[in-house]
């Protein structure tokens, strides 16, 4: 074998390792996929049903039925308010487990397992990639099990919904995966300790959903809050997976989505691989 395949080879024996390690402490802990699962589940049962926005206009004896319809199709762009928000439980789901890609250097580094792992000749690069195609798979998972779970407490999906369209919230999912999974780690590339990490996960978590529209149309927000959502790739993401389920799918804004969280992807892998070889060290 020549030595430009042995290089390949050994990138992807390290990166498959890696990753499996990362799943590995992921699956034979179903404590943690029962609680990441749990959390939006509980959001959809009590924001969702019991809080139920639509109920203002639809359930209102003062505003007729079909008018009733009409306004949830201007300020959601679907009649059922549980439906807009459950898709929006996809992005929940993704954002909470990316933010914790970070936390995983941080405690590599405090139990001495980076140390083992940056004396083998597998590159710095691939050890960062590895955690983001991990935190890619997992969020992948748990986003398909949240949507199934929508599914049976009533998520109904768009008349120009097909099987295929899976496959395009796959990709969303992927892309904006990347693109966080590399933000958190790049934050904690140099961090020894959990709590800073922690306190920037608690610092971004909450602006990055609210700040979005995963709960509510950005059209209906302050202008300042306006500006912010239009670049938070949150806002990107939710908006092309309902398009794909949810909505009568525009195509132009699907491509205007995926072209966001396509160069938000690129953006950050690669700037979280170009800094790791610079800065990750023991």
């Not at 024996?13 to 699962?37: D, V």
């Not at 083992?116 to 998972?141: C, D, H, Y």
């Not at 140099?190 to 709960?215: D, G, I, K, Y």
Request: charged share 10%.
């Amino acid at each position: 074998m020549s030595q430009p395949n042995e290089q390949c080879a050994t990138r992807l024996h390290g990166l498959w390792a890696l990753t499996n390690r990362e799943l590995k402490k992921w699956y034979k802990e179903p404590i943690l996929l029962f609680m990441s699962i749990i959390q939006p589940v509980i959001w959809m049962g009590l924001f969702g049903k019991a809080m139920n926005i639509g109920a203002i206009f639809t359930g209102n004896p003062g505003i007729p039925p079909e008018a009733a319809k009409q306004i949830m199709l201007q300020i959601f762009k679907t009649s059922d308010y549980f439906s807009y928000m459950a898709v929006g439980m996809v992005s929940f789901v993704v954002l909470f487990t990316t933010m914790f890609s970070g936390m995983s250097i941080v405690w590599d580094r405090r139990l001495g397992f980076l140390n083992k792992v940056l004396s083998t000749p597998v590159s710095r690069g691939t050890i960062i990639f590895s955690k983001v195609l991990s935190a890619t798979l997992r969020s992948i998972v748990q986003a398909s099990i949240v949507i199934l779970i929508a599914l049976v407490f009533g998520l109904q999906l768009g008349s120009t919904f097909n099987p295929v369209n899976i496959l395009g919230v796959f990709s969303a999912i992927f892309l904006i995966c990347l693109g966080l999974s590399s933000l958190f780690l790049l934050i904690a590339i140099r961090s020894t300790r959990w709590e800073t990490q922690m306190a920037v996960v608690n610092l971004l978590n909450l602006p990055l959903m609210f700040a979005s529209n995963t709960f509510f149309p950005t059209s209906m927000m302050p202008d300042w809050i306006k500006a912010i959502a239009q670049i938070n790739p949150v806002t990107y993401t939710t908006d092309a997976v309902r398009q794909l389920l949810l909505y009568n799918m525009d195509a132009t804004q699907l491509m205007i989505d995926f072209a966001y969280l396509g160069i938000f992807a690129a953006v950050f892998t690669s700037i979280g691989i170009v800094l790791s070889w610079r800065y990750l060290s023991r």
